[in-house]
């Protein structure tokens, strides 16, 4: 069956080092994959997309990479800050059906000042 | 400017009750719209989407149905609630690079 794997566990890191997360797929063959950031009792808020054929997309601290061979995407947030604390969601086009995306559980994030 | 809006952003309803969530956009037309719930440390699953007006489509069987009476209009109801239909529900309305979601409502059913 078709599965989106995130970084089960919460990471903890120190304020101005750089985060990385982990999405990893089976069973896709997305064209686009996309990270969002959801805060407590909020809903997601779109933040990066990046096509199968890109291996790298930024914006401004943030870096997304996407290996269709490994069927994964990093997401690295660089010179974290405590801002930067929440939930971070990576979703999936269905190829298929073309009319959804599938969504990871997400990682939580939490930078420690 | 383009903006979603749901509505309660909190609900508290007893088992057996109806249920109706209305989810509106503004600035834009003929916007494909979605719900989705959320449960506790799980994924967005989504229940059901639409293209247009009076066109559903159900992901998952449920206790719960969609309608969509206007174009920037999409209310998620459900005649009878179950326990198991808690969670936080999301209206979303899809643009070409991803989704722009609601502020969401927490449902708890008890």
């Known amino acids: 069956s078709q599965k989106i794997e995130q970084n089960s566990e919460a990471l903890n890191i120190q304020e101005g080092k750089t985060a990385t997360l982990t999405c990893n797929y089976t069973?896709?063959?997305?064209?686009?994959l996309q990270w969002y950031r959801q805060d407590p009792g909020r809903g997601p808020v779109f933040l990066l997309l990046?096509?199968?054929?890109?291996k790298e997309k930024r914006k401004e601290r943030l870096k997304v990479t996407f290996d269709t061979t490994l069927k994964q995407s990093l997401f690295h947030i660089t010179a974290s800050q405590p801002a930067d604390s929440a939930t971070y969601l990576c979703?999936?086009?269905?190829?298929?059906?073309?009319?959804?995306?599938?969504f990871g559980t997400g990682t939580s994030l939490t930078v420690i000042p | 400017s383009q903006t979603i809006h749901q509505w309660p952003a909190t609900l508290v309803q007893p088992v057996g009750s109806p249920l109706s969530l209305e989810c509106t956009v503004e600035?834009?037309?003929?916007?494909?719209l979605y719900w989705y719930r959320q449960a506790a440390g799980r994924g967005l699953q989504l229940l059901f989407y639409s293209v247009g007006i009076g066109q559903i489509s159900s992901e998952v069987p449920q206790n719960l149905s969609a309608s969509r009476p206007q174009d920037r209009q999409f209310i998620l109801s459900s005649k009878k609630l179950l326990l198991s239909d808690s969670g936080f529900y999301l209206c979303?309305?899809?643009?070409?690079?991803?989704?722009?979601f609601g502020s969401g409502t927490r449902l708890t059913v008890v």
């Open positions: 979703a999936l086009d269905a190829r298929d059906t073309g009319n959804q995306f599938y």
């Open positions: 979303a309305w899809r643009i070409f690079y991803g989704y722009t």
């Open positions: 990046i096509r199968e054929n890109e």
């Open positions: 600035g834009t037309s003929n916007p494909n």
């Open positions: 069973n896709y063959s997305p064209a686009y």
